[in-house]
């Protein structure tokens, strides 16, 4: 029969009581990755890389990086991604996003002429890129907006990609607020659907809040930031600084379980995003803890 000595006794206990520590390190590790998990309380909060439009976008991804973003929408801009490059193109300049961690969900706006062609050429390129989504808006007013959506309908359905409609504020002449879109769009396949600009909403004397629940079932995209004031023009500011109730509308998300993309459309400092853009995140991870 093996038996213990005194020594062998020490030895073991001082063993044991030397791992105690690192078991509460692995403890407290599994309880941070589970936090960083949360972090976000279960929305896919991210950036519109149109942030980061005149950044070349190997920049942009160090800046995305650098801010800790994982979910993005892709700018269809020459130094991004862009429908004048080709599928190859296309393709290899949305890979070196992804090569760097981050999820393109969306791309857009593209802007979309009342013609089959243009349109069909938007969908490619949202099919080159490999999003469910494409966020768009007419290029230009347009006189006839059922006509414009009788034209996407097959084209949903063909490519089965997503649209989420963009609302552009008072000073747009299709689509001001997300009732706007909801009217219409609500009349044809249900891929055709909306994403709600907060800034751009609450322009145009609507809640963004309030929006985001009533459109829920065809809620595809949104845009968060903050603007300084109301009125006919975009004023951006940082998350936080300005007027709208950033609080109110990551609740709205929550309580609709939004489970698509929530960028970031962060317009301020276009040479230099990235202090506000990071500024506006940790605002934002503030506002998410103190939520019930």
């Not at 007013?141 to 084209?155: A, G, Y």
Request: with cysteine.
């Amino acid at each position: 029969m093996n038996t213990f000595s005194r020594r062998d006794l020490l030895k073991t206990s001082a063993l044991a009581a030397a791992a105690l520590p690192f078991a509460r390190l692995e403890g407290l590790s599994a309880a941070a990755a589970a936090e960083e998990k949360d972090r976000w309380r279960g929305l896919k909060i991210g950036v519109a890389t149109y942030t980061f439009r005149e950044w070349p976008i190997e920049e942009t991804i160090k800046g995305l990086q650098r801010a800790g973003m994982k979910y993005i929408s892709i700018k269809n801009v020459k130094n991004h991604v862009d429908l004048s490059h080709t599928t190859e193109e296309r393709k290899q300049r949305t890979e070196m996003f992804r090569a760097a961690g981050m999820v393109p969900l969306s791309v857009g706006n593209v802007g979309m002429k009342n013609d089959e062609a243009d349109m069909r050429r938007a969908f490619e390129y949202a099919r080159d890129v490999g999003v469910p989504t494409m966020v768009c808006s007419p290029s230009g007013p347009v006189s006839d907006l059922n006509q414009w959506i009788q034209r996407l309908d097959p084209l949903v359905k063909e490519f089965n990609i997503k649209l989420a409609i963009h609302n552009h504020g008072p000073e747009d002449k299709n689509f001001p607020s997300p009732y706007d879109i909801w009217k219409i769009a609500e009349k044809y396949d249900k891929r055709i659907g909306l994403c709600i600009d907060v800034g751009h909403t609450a322009r145009a004397g609507v809640d963004p809040a309030e929006s985001i629940i009533k459109c829920k079932e065809r809620l595809y995209d949104v845009h968060l930031k903050d603007i300084s004031a109301l009125g006919n023009r975009n004023t951006p500011i940082e998350g936080g600084r300005g007027i709208l109730d950033l609080k109110s509308i990551l609740a709205a998300l929550i309580k609709i379980n939004y489970q698509a993309l929530a960028g970031y459309e962060y317009e301020k400092d276009g040479k230099d995003p990235l202090p506000g853009l990071v500024e506006t995140l940790g605002y934002t991870k503030g506002l998410l803890v103190g939520l019930k």
